[in-house]
C-alpha cells in the first residue's frame, strides 16, 4: 500500500506540473466561490492522512444533496472513494466548462487547492498503476484462483487470453537442478511462480522486504513508528460550526424521541422505580451506617415452622365403598322391583333424599356389563369437589353427659348438717320454748319456761341480755324490719314488745322515739275487738321500761304464737281457744287490732305472713289456708293428711312452707307446685315445736333435741 | 405370715438443712412400721457415730414428701402417695421445744382481744375495759372508756415514754388511745365514729398510718392514725351528724374511706402491705382490698363463715379459722381465685383465732372454742405441733407478734401467756 501511495504521490506530482499549464487558461475566470475554498482546504489535508481522515474529507467534500455516509469495511471504503472522487472530478470538470467564461477573480489565491485538485485527479487516473487492486492479478493465466496443485497431473498449468493451454515450462531434473544449484549465483534468491510456472529471480529489494517481515518489523523501511501525533480534528468546540448550511431547524427543536425517554425516567422516578445518584448515594450510605441486616427465615428461633400443608394435612374426602348395588351381579334383595323402580323414577329429578343415583342391575357375566355412561361425568364432578370445594379441620367437642354436671364439693367441706355442737348457750334453767335470731344475725333471743327471755351474742355464747318476764314466753319472734329494734314475746294472755337495745344505737333510740309516741286515736274500735285486745304503753318511770318492754298487749285468752309481717308493721296473733276472734292482726305504728275473720275456721294453731306477697297463712288442725290480704278471699287450701298441725314456717323466699305435726313429722309444701305435701319428713321421737329458717333450717323438738337442717 | 405382708422393707435416705447434724448420705433399709422415735434414735446413733465431740441426745422430727411424720412410715407414706420402691427421702429437723406456760393473768370478764408489743400487752374484755400488762404480767392499768364490750385491740406505736393504741366495741366506736408511761396516764384522743353496728375487728397497717375496721354493719372503714386535733373535721367524705357527739375532751373522727362489698359481718381483717389489706366474713368470703384503689380486687371464696385471718409477710400466704373447725391456708397470689392449698383439722369447734409466727415462715398457732390453743406446722396439715391447753373455756383471742411470747385470751376470763424458746435459730 505504502509502496503504491508513493508512487501515486510521484505520479501526481508530474500530473500537476502538466495541470498548472492547462489550468493557467482556467485562472483567469474568476470564481467567487467560498465553500470550494474550504473544501479545497480539507482536502489538501487529507491528502496526506490515512483512509479514514480521507474518508471524512470525503463527507466535507460532497455537496448539501447528497448525505454523508459512514463506511466500516475498508475494501468497500477503497472502491467507493475511488468512485466518489470520479464525481467529484466530473463537477469541477463541469464547474470549469460552465464557469469557463464568468470566473476570473480566482487566481493565485487558489493555487495551491489547484494543486490538491489536481493531485486527486491524479490519483483517479494512477488506479491500474497501484497492484493492489483485483484488476491487477496477472492475467496471463485465466484459471482464477485455483489451487494449482489441480494442475498437478497435467502438462499445463491454464490457459491464456486466447483460450490456449499455457504449457508447464521445463522443469528438467534433479541434475539439472543441482547443475542450476551449483552454477547460478542467483539460485537462492530464484522462486517459482506457481500461476505461470516461471522462475522468479527476487530482487534485493524483495529480499530485504522478506526479511524485515521475517523479523517481525514494518515491511517498510521507511516508515516512522513514531510520527509526531497531528491532531488534524480538534477537539475543541468551535463557535461557528464548519458547515455551508445552516443548522437543521430539528437541532434546535427538542427531540421527541427524548421526551418520551425522558418523561419515562422522570416517571420512574417519580413512582421510586428509578432513584438519583444522589439518593442512591444516601441510601447506600445509610445502608452502611445501619450496618447489616438480618432477617429470620422462621417464625421464632425455637418453634418449628408450622407448615399448614404437611402439619395439619386434611385429606381428601373419601369416597364411599361400593357395596353390594353396584355390583353386576347383585344379591335379590338389591334389585328394584316394580314399586321401588317407580319410586326411583319419581325420584330421579328431585335433588337429596335419593338413596342411589343408578338402578341396580343384574349381568350373567362381567362382558356383559355395559360402559357406564356417566363415568366421565361423575370423575369430573370427582375431581371438581376435590379441587373447588375449600376443606376445613371441624373440630368436634364431644361432652360426656358427666361433664355437664357441676362438680360436688368434698363431703368433708359440705356437711349438709351440723354433725356436731358448735356452741351451746348456758343460762336458762328450764325448758327453752322458742328462739329467734335477728336480722343480722348477731344476736339470738330465747324465751323459756323458766319465766325469762334472753339475749345471746351468736359468735360467742355469751349472753347479753336476761329478764324476768312472768310467765312462760310461749314464742318468741324479731321484727324483720332492720330499722325497728324490737323482739315480739307471747308470754301467756300477753304480748310484749320489748326493744332488746342491742345493735345499732341510732335504731334503738328511733325505735323508742317511735313507741313513745301513740297516734292519735283516729277511729273507734269496736267493742269486739277492744274485749279481745287492749294495748298498753309501759311508762318509762316503770321497771319493766328498764327491761326493754316498751308495749303490752294484753289478750282475753292465751296467745300462742305470735308472727311478724314482712315490714315489720303488722304482726299476727294466735289464740287457739279464741274461737272466732283467735287470729289477730296488730298495726304497730297506728297501735290498731284487727279481727281479720268472723267465723271461726277450726282451731287455729299458727299464722303466718308470707315474707312478700300480701298472703296470710292460716294453720288449722289438719289444713293451711291461704288468705289473699289485698282481695280478702282465700286463694289456696294445703291439705296436710296430718292429724294435728303444731307449727309453721315459710322460707324467706315464700315458695316453700314446712310444717310441724304432733304425729312427728315435718311437711314440705311446695307453693307452686300442689297443694300435697312435697315431701314428708319423719325425723323426731316426739312432737314437734318450732323452726326457724336462718342460714340453716333450725327445728326445736319437744323432746329436747335441736336439729340443724341445711337447706 | 400376715405381718410379713405388712411390714415392708422400705429405702430411706437421712437428708438435713441443718448441717450441723449431717450424717453420711447411704440409704438404709427399715421396717415400714418404723415410727419416729425409732427413727430419732438411728439418726442420733448416727450422729453419734460420726462426730468426735461428746453428743447430747437431740430430739428430731422426720419429713417425708413435705410432710411431717405423724404416724408409721409405710402409713405415711401410703397417705403421701409416695412409691415404696425407690429410696425415699427423709428429712429430719431439730424438733421443736414445746412451749411452756408462763403465766395466767386474770380478768374480771371474757378476755375478747389482745395485743403484744416489745413489752407491754394490752387486752380487751368483755367488761367494757381495756387492760395494759407488761410482758412479765404485772397489770399497769385498767381503761374504762367503751360502753359495750371490747372486742379488738391494736397497738399502733410505741417509743421510749408514750404508745398510742386503739380498741373496738361493740359500741360502734374506735378509740384511738395515748398512753404516757412516766404518768402512767392514758387519754383518748380520739373517738372514731361512722360504723352503724358493733366493730368486730381492727387492723392497723404495716407504715401505722391508718388503720381498718370491720363491723357487724358489713362495712369495712379505713381512718388515720395521726393524733393530731381537728382531723376529722376537714374531711367532708364521710360526715356523721345523726350521731350524737360524745361529751368530752376527745375528738370525733369520721372515716377516711369506707368500703363496701361484703354481705355479712366483717370477723377479721389482715393488712398486707401499706394499701391493700384482706378481710375475712361471715358470708364465706375473704376479700382483698386496695385502699389506693378504693374497691375490692379480688375475692377468695370458702364453704363456711370464716372467723379470723392472718397473713404472713415471710411466706406470703394466708391462714384463716373458720366455723367448720378447719384451719385453712390459701394463697392471696393465686390467680385462679379461692384455691384453698391445704386444710388443718384438728379442733373440735369453731376456729376463732389464727396468727402466723413472726419469724418462721411455717409456723403459726389457732384458738378455738374448744379450749386449745393450737401450734401448726404447714408440713403436718393432720396433727399440729402441740397443743397448749390451760383454758378453760373458749379461746376468743391469741397473739404471736413477739416471737416468743404467745398470749390467749378467752371466756374462762383468763389471759394465757406462753413462753416459746428461741424458733428463730431453729428454723
Not at chain 1, 337429596?352 to 361423575?378: A, C, D, T, W
Request: some cysteine; overall charge negative; hydrophobic content about 35%.
Amino acid at each position: 500500500m505504502i509502496n503504491t501511495d508513493k508512487l501515486k504521490r510521484k505520479l501526481t506530482n508530474e500530473k500537476v506540473t502538466k495541470k498548472k499549464e492547462n489550468e493557467h487558461e482556467t485562472f483567469s475566470e474568476d470564481i467567487i466561490d467560498d465553500i470550494p475554498l474550504k473544501e479545497i482546504d480539507l482536502n489538501d489535508d487529507s491528502e496526506t492522512d490515512d483512509e479514514s481522515e480521507i474518508d471524512s474529507s470525503n463527507d466535507e467534500h460532497e455537496d448539501g444533496s447528497s448525505d454523508s455516509t459512514v463506511y466500516s469495511d475498508s475494501e468497500e471504503f477503497e472502491s467507493d472513494e475511488e468512485e466518489e472522487h470520479e464525481d467529484s472530478n466530473n463537477t469541477t470538470t463541469k464547474l470549469d466548462n460552465t464557469t469557463s467564461e464568468s470566473s476570473i477573480v480566482k487566481k493565485g489565491t487558489s493555487e495551491a487547492q489547484e494543486n490538491t485538485q489536481k493531485s486527486s485527479k491524479e490519483n483517479d487516473d494512477d488506479e491500474y498503476a497501484s497492484h493492489d487492486t483485483s484488476d491487477e492479478e496477472d492475467i496471463r493465466n485465466t484459471v482464477g484462483n485455483v489451487p494449482m496443485n489441480w494442475y498437478d497431473e497435467y502438462e499445463h498449468i491454464g490457459y491464456d487470453w486466447e483460450g490456449k493451454k499455457i504449457m508447464k515450462p521445463n522443469q528438467g531434473d534433479q541434475i539439472d537442478m543441482f547443475l542450476k544449484k551449483m552454477e547460478d549465483p542467483n539460485f537462492w534468491r530464484t522462486v517459482k511462480d506457481s500461476q505461470t510456472g516461471q522462475d522468479v529471480v527476487l530482487s534485493d529489494k524483495d529480499i530485504e522486504l522478506i526479511k524485515r517481515i521475517e523479523s517481525h518489523k514494518i515491511p517498510d523501511k521507511d516508515y516512522d513508528d513514531y510520527t509526531p501525533w497531528v491532531e488534524w480534528f480538534t477537539s475543541e468546540v468551535m463557535d461557528m460550526p464548519l458547515r455551508k448550511f445552516p443548522e437543521h431547524k430539528r437541532s434546535f427543536l427538542p427531540s421527541k424521541d427524548e421526551i418520551k425517554k425522558v418523561s419515562k425516567y422522570v416517571h420512574a422516578m417519580k413512582m421510586g422505580w428509578m432513584k438519583s445518584r444522589r439518593a442512591m448515594k444516601l441510601s447506600e450510605k445509610r445502608k452502611m451506617e445501619r450496618g447489616p441486616q438480618f432477617y429470620m427465615l422462621w417464625h421464632s428461633d425455637d418453634a418449628a415452622e408450622e407448615m399448614r400443608r404437611i402439619h395439619n394435612h386434611i385429606p381428601a374426602p373419601k369416597r364411599a365403598l361400593p357395596d353390594h348395588s353396584e355390583s353386576y351381579n347383585p344379591p335379590e334383595e338389591y334389585l328394584f322391583n316394580q314399586q321401588e323402580l317407580k319410586k326411583w323414577n319419581r325420584e330421579k329429578k328431585s335433588i337429596g333424599n335419593k338413596k342411589l343415583h343408578f338402578v341396580p342391575q343384574k349381568y350373567n357375566s362381567l362382558r356383559e356389563v355395559p360402559s357406564y355412561k356417566r363415568f366421565i361425568r361423575e370423575r369430573f364432578l370427582r375431581c371438581l369437589d376435590l379441587y373447588m370445594c375449600p376443606r376445613a379441620i371441624k373440630m368436634r367437642l364431644t361432652i360426656e353427659p358427666e361433664d355437664l354436671l357441676p362438680k360436688l364439693p368434698t363431703p368433708k367441706d359440705l356437711q349438709p348438717f351440723p354433725t356436731v355442737v358448735s356452741i351451746t348457750y348456758i343460762g336458762h334453767t328450764d325448758m327453752v320454748r322458742s328462739i329467734t335470731i335477728d336480722p343480722f344475725g348477731q344476736y339470738l333471743a330465747s324465751a323459756s319456761d323458766d319465766s325469762s327471755v334472753r339475749f345471746w351474742e351468736v359468735s360467742t355464747g355469751r349472753c347479753l341480755k336476761a329478764f324476768n318476764i312472768n310467765g312462760i314466753g310461749k314464742c318468741i319472734t324479731w321484727c324483720p324490719n332492720q330499722a325497728v329494734s324490737l323482739v315480739a314475746v307471747a308470754v301467756e294472755r300477753r304480748i310484749l314488745l320489748i326493744n332488746p337495745q342491742l345493735g345499732d344505737s341510732l335504731v334503738i333510740t328511733k325505735t323508742d322515739d317511735l313507741l313513745d309516741t301513740p297516734p292519735p286515736e283516729d277511729k273507734l274500735t269496736s267493742e269486739r275487738i277492744k274485749a279481745a285486745v287492749q294495748w298498753e304503753h309501759v311508762s318509762p318511770s316503770n321497771d319493766d321500761w328498764n327491761k326493754g318492754i316498751r308495749i303490752v298487749l294484753h289478750h282475753f285468752k292465751e296467745v300462742k304464737q305470735v308472727s311478724w309481717h314482712g315490714r315489720g308493721d303488722y304482726f299476727a296473733t294466735v289464740m287457739p281457744d279464741g274461737e272466732n276472734r283467735s287470729v289477730l292482726i296488730h298495726q304497730l305504728s297506728r297501735r290498731r287490732s284487727q279481727l281479720p275473720f268472723s267465723k271461726p275456721k277450726g282451731l287455729v294453731q299458727a299464722a303466718l305472713f308470707h315474707p312478700i306477697k300480701p298472703l296470710f297463712f292460716i294453720a288449722t288442725q289438719r289444713n293451711i289456708r291461704i288468705y289473699d290480704l289485698v282481695k280478702q278471699e282465700m286463694v289456696k287450701k294445703l291439705i296436710s293428711n296430718s292429724k294435728w298441725i303444731s307449727h309453721m314456717a315459710i322460707h324467706p323466699g315464700g315458695d316453700n312452707v314446712l310444717v310441724g305435726t304432733y304425729d312427728r313429722k315435718v311437711l314440705w309444701f311446695d307453693l307452686d307446685l300442689s297443694t300435697k305435701p312435697y315431701k314428708s319428713l319423719a325425723l323426731h321421737n316426739q312432737a314437734y315445736v318450732q323452726w326457724i329458717y336462718h342460714p340453716f333450717v333450725l327445728e326445736l323438738g319437744q323432746e329436747g333435741r335441736l336439729i340443724l337442717q341445711f337447706h | 405370715m400376715t405381718s410379713n405382708i405388712q411390714t415392708i422393707q422400705l429405702q430411706i435416705r437421712f437428708l438435713t438443712k441443718q448441717e450441723q447434724y449431717a450424717v453420711p448420705d447411704i440409704p438404709f433399709a427399715v421396717d415400714s412400721t418404723i415410727t419416729t422415735d425409732e427413727l430419732n434414735s438411728l439418726v442420733n446413733q448416727l450422729i453419734k457415730e460420726n462426730s468426735k465431740e461428746i453428743y447430747k441426745k437431740i430430739e428430731f422430727d422426720f419429713l417425708a414428701g413435705d410432710h411431717f411424720i405423724r404416724t408409721d412410715l409405710g402409713q405415711h407414706i401410703a397417705s403421701r402417695g409416695l412409691s415404696s420402691e425407690t429410696v425415699i427421702d427423709v428429712e429430719y429437723v431439730e424438733r421443736l421445744p414445746a412451749p411452756e406456760p408462763q403465766d395466767c393473768l386474770l380478768h374480771d370478764d371474757w378476755v375478747s382481744a389482745v395485743d403484744v408489743c416489745n413489752d407491754w400487752i394490752l387486752s380487751g374484755c368483755y367488761d367494757y375495759t381495756v387492760h395494759l400488762w407488761s410482758k412479765k404480767g404485772k397489770h399497769k392499768l385498767t381503761i374504762p372508756g367503751h360502753t359495750k364490750a371490747v372486742k379488738a385491740v391494736s397497738w399502733i406505736s410505741e417509743n421510749e415514754d408514750s404508745a398510742t393504741f386503739v380498741s373496738v366495741s361493740h359500741d360502734q366506736t374506735a378509740l384511738l388511745w395515748e398512753w404516757n408511761m412516766k404518768d402512767n396516764v392514758v387519754e383518748c384522743v380520739h373517738v372514731c365514729r361512722g360504723h352503724a353496728r358493733g366493730i368486730e375487728c381492727v387492723g392497723v397497717s404495716t407504715d401505722k398510718t391508718k388503720f381498718a375496721t370491720g363491723a357487724w354493719d358489713n362495712m369495712l372503714k379505713i381512718w388515720t392514725t395521726s393524733m393530731e386535733e381537728n382531723f376529722g373535721e376537714d374531711e367532708d367524705g364521710e360526715t356523721d351528724s345523726k350521731r350524737p357527739k360524745k361529751e368530752g375532751k376527745s375528738q370525733v373522727r369520721t372515716p377516711k374511706m369506707t368500703l363496701k362489698g361484703h354481705r355479712e359481718a366483717v370477723s377479721g381483717l389482715c393488712w398486707l402491705n401499706s394499701s391493700e389489706l384482706v378481710t375475712s366474713s361471715w358470708d364465706h368470703t375473704l376479700r382483698t382490698w386496695d385502699i389506693s384503689v378504693g374497691a375490692s380486687v379480688s375475692q377468695i371464696s370458702g364453704n363456711k363463715a370464716f372467723f379470723d385471718v392472718n397473713y404472713s409477710s415471710l411466706s406470703g400466704l394466708l391462714i384463716t379459722g373458720s366455723a367448720d373447725r378447719h384451719v385453712r391456708l390459701y394463697d392471696p397470689r393465686s390467680t385462679e381465685g379461692g384455691i384453698c392449698k391445704s386444710t388443718f383439722t384438728s379442733h373440735d369447734a369453731w376456729v376463732m383465732c389464727v396468727r402466723w409466727s413472726p419469724t418462721d415462715e411455717r409456723l403459726f398457732i389457732s384458738g378455738s372454742h374448744d379450749a386449745k390453743l393450737k401450734l401448726w406446722d404447714i408440713r403436718s396439715p393432720s396433727v399440729p405441733l402441740f397443743d397448749m391447753v390451760g383454758h378453760e373455756d373458749k379461746i376468743l383471742c391469741c397473739d404471736w407478734t413477739f416471737p416468743d411470747l404467745i398470749v390467749s385470751g378467752g371466756t374462762d376470763n383468763t389471759l394465757r401467756l406462753y413462753k416459746t424458746s428461741d424458733f428463730k435459730s431453729l428454723s
